[in-house]
C-alpha cells in the first residue's frame, strides 16, 4: 500500500534521513520501528521567505510493499552500427542527447567534437588556470559534454514541458547522477561529477553502434543544390549523413564565420553582457535564511534570483543575475588567446565559502555603437569579442581578470586591494568603469543600489566583481523553421540548442537536441 502526503518540514527534518522516517510515519500514525515501512520524498523546495525556514515536500510511504522506480523513461538502445546515418556536430548536452535520441529511433549518429574527451580537457583545463595559457580547441567552453562538463552542472530551465524534462533528468540518473536530482526543485549535479556521466553517456552511443569523434574540427559543409550532404574536417575528411544537427555552443565563433562566408542565413541576436560577482557564502546564507551566525549542518548553501530594469539615455534595459553558483568557483572561459572571459561553477557539495553569480545587463542590436553596423548578422558577435579583448588588456593581458570592490564600483573609486577570490589565475584591481561600455556600467551600477535595497547586505564593499560575464547566451541566431527545425535556406540541416539561440543550459539544450534528431528523422528516413 502506497500513502502520500505533502508536509512543510524545519530543515532538520527534511535534510536528516531518520527524522524525516519519524516525522512522515508519525503523520499517518505508523510505527518508524517496522522496518518494512519506506519512506521517501519525491519533490523537495525550500520556503525562506519568512523568518523561518521551512521545506515544502512531497512524500511517499509504502508500507510492506517495495519503492516503485522514481525514474519512469525506459529506454531501449537497440544497435545501430549498420543502419542509416546522422551527422551530430558538437557534443555538448544537445548533441549527446540528439545522439542517443536518434540511437532509439534506429539511426546511427556520427557525433564530432572539436575538443577533447571529459578527461583529455583536464590538462587544458589546469594550463588556462595556472599557467594562463588559452588552448582554442580545448577549454571550458570546448570539449566532450561542452560548457556545462566543467563548469557547474545546474539542471533547471525555464521550460514547461515537464515531461520531456523528467525524461532527460531519468537519462542523466541512469547514466550514474544521483536521484536527488529527481527530488528537488533546482536539481544540480556538480562539476565534480558531470565527467563521469558525460563518459557513461558517450559509452552507450558507442556500444549501441554510434560514432564519437574528437578532436575533429569541422571547417566546410558539402552542400549541393541548397541540400547539405556532410562536413569536411580540417583534415579533409569527408563524412557524409542523411541530414546534419549543427549544435556547436554559443561559443564557436569560427562557425558563425562559415556560416557567413557560404552565404547560410544567420542573424544577429540581442545578447547580455556583465560582470560576475563574488561575496561569501555566509554573507548570502545570513541574507537569504535570516540567520544571525551560519545556516546550519541541514539547509544547503542559498540561492538567490535578481532582476531590475534600469534606463540610460531614457532606455530601459533589465539587469539580472544569471547561474548563480553557491559555494562554487568562478573558472577563466575564454576560448581563444586575447581575450578574457569568466563563469562560475558549483561542486556537487557546494562547499565552497565563495558565492557567485552572473550579474549582466540585456544588450539589445540597437545598443551596439554604430561601427558594428558593417558586421551584419556578425555585429553583436564583434562587439562581444571586442569587449572581452578590452578586458584582457585591462587585465595585463593574461588569464588576470580585473576586479573591483563593489561599493567602490558604485561610487566609482577605485579598490586600493581586493579581497580574497575562488579564481585561480588572479585579479586585478582596476576600475571597471574604464573597462565596460559605458551603458553596461551605468546599469550595473544602478541594477547593484537596488539589489541592496531587496536584499539587505547585498551591496557591500565585502564583495567584489570580476569582469568579464559575457557568454550568457549566443549573440548569433541560427534561423529554422518553427514546425519542421530545418534551417530556412539549407535542406537537411538542422541549428540546434545555445549555438543557434533556441536553448539555454544543459537540460534546454538537451531536450532541443533530441526534438532536432525527431524532425530530422521524420522527415528524412524512412522507418
Not at 540610460?312 to 568562478?330: A, D, E, L
Not at 529554422?480 to 543550459?505: D, M, T, V
Amino acid at each position: 500500500m502506497k500513502k502520500e502526503i505533502i508536509l512543510q518540514l524545519s530543515p532538520e527534518e527534511a535534510y536528516d534521513e531518520a527524522k524525516f522516517r519519524e516525522t512522515v510515519l508519525k503523520k499517518f500514525g505508523l510505527p518508524p520501528s517496522d522496518p518494512e515501512i519506506l519512506a521517501r520524498q519525491v519533490k523537495r523546495s525550500i520556503d525562506a521567505r519568512g523568518r523561518q525556514v521551512k521545506v515544502n515536500v512531497s512524500a511517499e510511504v509504502f508500507v510492506h510493499e517495495d519503492f516503485t522506480p522514481l525514474i519512469t523513461s525506459n529506454i531501449t538502445y537497440q544497435n545501430v552500427s549498420t543502419a542509416e546515418q546522422i551527422v551530430i556536430v558538437g557534443a555538448g548536452p544537445a548533441g549527446m542527447f540528439a545522439a542517443l535520441r536518434a540511437i532509439e529511433l534506429g539511426v546511427k549518429p556520427i557525433l564530432i567534437e572539436r575538443g577533447k574527451d571529459v578527461r583529455g580537457r583536464r590538462r587544458d583545463l589546469a594550463a588556462i588556470n595556472k599557467d594562463h595559457i588559452v588552448n582554442p580547441e580545448s577549454n571550458y567552453c570546448f570539449g566532450e559534454g561542452g560548457a556545462g562538463t566543467y563548469s557547474d552542472g545546474k539542471l533547471y530551465t525555464r521550460s514547461k514541458k515537464r515531461g520531456e524534462i523528467k525524461r532527460i533528468l531519468d537519462i542523466f540518473v541512469s547514466h550514474g547522477a544521483s536521484e536527488e536530482i529527481l527530488v528537488d526543485a533546482h536539481p544540480h549535479i556538480g562539476t565534480n561529477k558531470l565527467p563521469k556521466i558525460v563518459t557513461e553517456l558517450r559509452e552507450t552511443i558507442l556500444r549501441a553502434g554510434g560514432e564519437v569523434l574528437f578532436e575533429t574540427k569541422v571547417v566546410d559543409f558539402l552542400i549541393e543544390n541548397d541540400e547539405i550532404k556532410g562536413v569536411i574536417t580540417e583534415s579533409g575528411q569527408k563524412i557524409m549523413g542523411l541530414g546534419v544537427i549543427l549544435a556547436t555552443g554559443h561559443s564557436a565563433r569560427d562557425m558563425y564565420h562559415l556560416l557567413h562566408e557560404k552565404n547560410i542565413l544567420i542573424e544577429a541576436k540581442p545578447f547580455a553582457l556583465g560582470v560576475r560577482i563574488e561575496h561569501s557564502q555566509n554573507l548570502i546564507d545570513r541574507i537569504q535564511y535570516h540567520c544571525q551566525i551560519d545556516r546550519g549542518p541541514y539547509l544547503p548553501a542559498s540561492a538567490y534570483s535578481l532582476v531590475h530594469q534600469t534606463v540610460f539615455k531614457g532606455i530601459q534595459r533589465g539587469v539580472f543575475s544569471f547561474c548563480m553558483c553557491p559555494g562554487g568557483f568562478i573558472v577563466p572561459s575564454a576560448t581563444s588567446p586575447g581575450e578574457l572571459v569568466v563563469n562560475g561553477m558549483s561542486p556537487s557539495r557546494r562547499d565552497s565559502k565563495f558565492a557567485n553569480s552572473g550579474v549582466v545587463v540585456a544588450v539589445e542590436l540597437e545598443d551596439l555603437p554604430k561601427q558594428y553596423e558593417k558586421y551584419g548578422p556578425l555585429a553583436a558577435m564583434m562587439f562581444q569579442a571586442d569587449v572581452e579583448k578590452a578586458v584582457w588588456q585591462a587585465g595585463g593581458e593574461t588569464q588576470t581578470a580585473p576586479a573591483q570592490r563593489m561599493l567602490d564600483f558604485v561610487e566609482r573609486k577605485v579598490s586600493a586591494d581586493l579581497l580574497d577570490t575562488s579564481y585561480q589565475p588572479g585579479l586585478k584591481s582596476v576600475d571597471m568603469n574604464t573597462v565596460l561600455p559605458d551603458f553596461i556600467a551605468s546599469r550595473l551600477r544602478d541594477a547593484f543600489v537596488e539589489f541592496g535595497k531587496k536584499m539587505k547586505g547585498y551591496l557591500t564593499n565585502e564583495a567584489q566583481i570580476i569582469g568579464v560575464e559575457s557568454r550568457t547566451s549566443s549573440p548569433v541566431r541560427i534561423p529554422r523553421n518553427k514546425e519542421s527545425f530545418e534551417h530556412p535556406q539549407i535542406k537537411r540541416l538542422f541549428p540546434s540548442a545555445e549555438g543557434a539561440g533556441y536553448a539555454g543550459g544543459i537540460v534546454s539544450a538537451a531536450m532541443d537536441g533530441e526534438r532536432c534528431a525527431e524532425k530530422l528523422i521524420a522527415q528524412y528516413i524512412k522507418s
